[in-house]
């Protein structure tokens, strides 16, 4: 492993000075005290509210996270290591049940553990999804929900330097609109210093089949080819995550503490007319002995969207039927919790390019001379295929782009059967709640503007899709009292055959992008995927392939009690005093994005409410 030599060498010399030794905030002593706030979870959404909380030096925040602080690994910092880290490396290494839909085999989904959370280990991709589908959450009755509402905060929590001289020319930097990125805010978002030429066979490939590229596509206006920014750092070509960008920069505060290798294990509550939350419970470990530390004002859920709502479970807020088959007693009865999972169901199918004059990524491991010469260039000149390890290339084509029966497949969807989870029987506020959701996605899908799936292209012949505007739902509940039991999480992809639909619609276009003269250049391979693969085939690759893009989301929704909802337009836990949640949970329905820029700008925006709120 010469790299990894010439690595340590360079980043003793260099990039290692900027790690901060010792950090007041940084505490293991939260046992027994009482903060104004508690945060359970310190990634993304955790790190954005409780630092922007402890902005105000008369309140205490703590955060408390079960994974460790990272000592900025090569493995983080560096992009070329996206996809190459090993199992279980600041991450859960949790499984989702047997999924009956497919194939009957369970899928690892990868989760992020430490204080970062996802963005520690995801893949930097950095946008936001369609105005629409914002504009949705406000209209199934979330008030102040809206696009205009949440660009504001968007903004706040990213600084965009756009574009850099090496974005290339797809980019067209004069018809970007810099009004829609933030100029100041904590996430460092730009370019990789490097642009693969054949990054222009790909757009061009979409232009042969008349899918457009869109130039600003933060802008949430557009569907089709995208080069979307990472969250890169622009001076050092390093991973800018909410460690590096909202911890480092504040921990150094008195009021605001940071505990990690704390597991929170239930919500404390005291009971009187209303549930009202006073702490929380935590342990270092299985049988370690349980901790506990008092919130005086609230605590804030920002475990992510699979431990919130094990949470909730836990400390008996949830579906009655649920907690009572685990022998949790009943303290509140709210049946959305745990149940409408959603996920951006992804396949990764590899056209690998033959053509020899092609350099890619695939030639980091297997040409030496290719990957040294890389590693010495990031580390010399922070340039070269190092820093482009994701492909900022990418398409997310609505269903008119691609299809000219997009009528009846919007009307065979409303009429096929919903599939809904077992948990939905007998719970009329979810039914009616998966309707409303439903009306509302094929609504936005009648738009040309609405990514109906995403085409992850990795300029190697990776041509991965994944299912945007999911009508599939799924589930993530507990099964055991003991906190450090995973969850059963069912993400139930594909369970309704319009998402099945247009996952094989997508893999047909693929088949169509390789047939491009544009990509025939390139030399793809059909070895995953033949050529003539019938539809059949197609569905037998798809079935056995299809798991997780990372977007577990909406398990905690923010919609009225009656439509199943978790969370109040504020945010608040209903039938209870002092709780929130944050994080990608409280979504109602998953934007067509990744959701890490999302997840930054609603946490910003929960801790706007919050402080109105002091
Ligand atoms: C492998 C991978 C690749 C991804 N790629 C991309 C990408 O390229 N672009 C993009 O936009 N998004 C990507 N994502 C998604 C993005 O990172 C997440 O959507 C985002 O991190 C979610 O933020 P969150 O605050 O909801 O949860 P997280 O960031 O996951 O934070 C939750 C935190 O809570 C902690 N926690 C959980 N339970 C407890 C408990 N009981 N007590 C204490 N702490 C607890 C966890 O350890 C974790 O640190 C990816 C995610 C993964 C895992
Ligand atoms: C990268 O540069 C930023 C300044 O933009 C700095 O804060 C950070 O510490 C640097 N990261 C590394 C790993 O050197
Ligand atoms: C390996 O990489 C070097 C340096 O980029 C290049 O000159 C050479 O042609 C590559 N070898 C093969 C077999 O692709």
Redesign the pocket.
């Known amino acids: 492993m010469m790299h990894k030599a010439i690595a340590a060498l360079l980043l003793s010399a260099g990039l290692a000075v900027a790690r901060p030794l010792t950090a007041r905030g940084l505490i293991n002593d939260a046992a027994g005290q009482t903060y104004d706030y508690i945060v359970?979870?310190?990634?993304?959404?955790?790190?954005?509210v409780s630092s922007r909380l402890s902005e105000n030096e008369d309140v205490t925040v703590l955060c408390?996270?079960?994974?460790s602080l990272d000592h900025y690994e090569d493995e983080i910092m560096i992009p070329y290591y996206?996809?190459l880290?090993p199992y279980g490396f600041?991450?859960?290494g949790i499984y989702t049940v047997p999924q009956t839909q497919l194939d009957g085999v369970s899928r690892h989904?990868?989760?992020?553990?430490?204080?970062?959370?996802?963005?520690?280990?995801?893949?930097?991709?950095?946008?936001r999804g369609n105005q629409r589908s914002f504009n949705a959450w406000n209209d199934v009755g979330n008030s102040g929900w809206g696009w205009n509402a949440l660009l504001p905060y968007f903004e706040k929590a990213s600084k965009c330097i756009l574009p850099l001289q090496s974005a290339g020319a797809e980019v067209q930097p004069e018809l970007q609109n810099p009004a829609v990125h933030g100029t100041s805010g904590p996430v460092q978002v730009s370019y990789p210093n490097y642009y693969w030429p054949q990054t222009d066979n790909w757009f061009a490939a979409l232009h042969e089949l008349g899918i457009p590229t869109s130039a600003e596509p933060n802008e949430g206006l557009t569907a089709g080819g995208y080069f979307l920014p990472?969250?890169i750092d622009p001076n050092n070509q390093t991973r800018s995550d909410?460690r590096r960008s909202y911890y480092d920069p504040n921990i150094a505060r008195n009021n605001f503490n940071v505990q990690p290798n704390?597991?929170?294990?239930r919500i404390l509550f005291e009971q009187g007319d209303q549930l009202t939350a006073t702490g929380?419970e935590?342990a270092t470990g299985p049988s370690s002995p349980r901790q506990t530390a008092y919130a005086s004002r609230e605590v804030i859920l920002?475990?992510?969207?699979?431990?919130?709502p094990?949470?909730l479970e836990l400390s008996g807020v949830g579906q009655a039927s649920v907690l009572e088959s685990v022998g949790v007693e009943v303290l509140e009865n709210l049946p959305g919790v745990g149940n409408n999972l959603q996920d951006h169901g992804m396949i990764h199918l590899d056209y690998h390019y033959t053509n020899p004059a092609v350099m890619d990524i695939s030639d980091f491991a297997s040409n030496s001379t290719f990957n040294d010469e890389a590693a010495a260039e990031y580390y010399g000149s922070k340039t070269g295929p190092w820093t482009a390890k994701?492909s900022c290339a990418v398409a997310f084509p609505s269903l008119q782009q691609v299809t000219d029966d997009v009528e009846s497949r919007l009307a065979a969807a409303s009429s096929a059967p919903y599939n809904l989870p077992s948990t939905y029987d007998d719970e009329p506020t979810l039914q009616v709640g998966y309707e409303r959701q439903i009306a509302s996605v094929l609504d936005e899908l009648a738009h040309e503007d609405i990514p109906a799936f995403e085409n992850l292209n990795n300029n190697a012949g990776g041509l991965d899709l994944a299912l945007m505007r999911p009508l599939s739902r799924g589930t993530t509940h507990i099964t055991s009292i003991d906190?450090f039991a995973s969850p059963n999480v069912d993400p139930r992809w594909l369970v309704h055959q319009f998402d099945y639909d247009v996952m094989i619609l997508a893999m047909q276009v693929n088949q169509r992008i390789l047939d491009t003269s544009a990509i025939q250049e390139l030399g793809p391979s059909y070895d995953q995927v033949p050529w003539d693969a019938s539809v059949d085939e197609l569905g037998q690759i798809l079935r056995s392939g299809i798991g997780?893009?990372?977007?577990?989301?909406c398990t905690t929704a923010m919609l009225p009690l009656e439509l199943g909802g978790v969370v109040d337009g504020e945010l608040r836990v209903y039938g209870t005093n002092n709780l929130r949640i944050?994080?990608?949970?409280i979504y109602p329905m998953v934007p067509g994005?990744?959701?890490?820029?999302?997840?930054?700008g609603v946490?910003e925006k929960a801790a706007d409410l919050i402080k109105a709120a002091q």
């Open positions: 359970v979870g310190c990634g993304v959404s955790g790190l954005v408390l996270e079960a994974g996206i996809g880290q600041y991450e859960w989904i990868p989760l992020g553990k430490g204080v970062g959370g996802g963005s520690l280990i995801n893949g930097m991709v950095w946008n990472l969250d909410a704390s597991q929170v294990t929380v935590f920002a475990a992510g969207a699979i431990h919130s094990q949470l994701p906190p997780t893009e990372y977007h577990y989301s944050v994080d990608t949970g994005a990744h959701l890490q820029a999302v997840a930054y946490a």
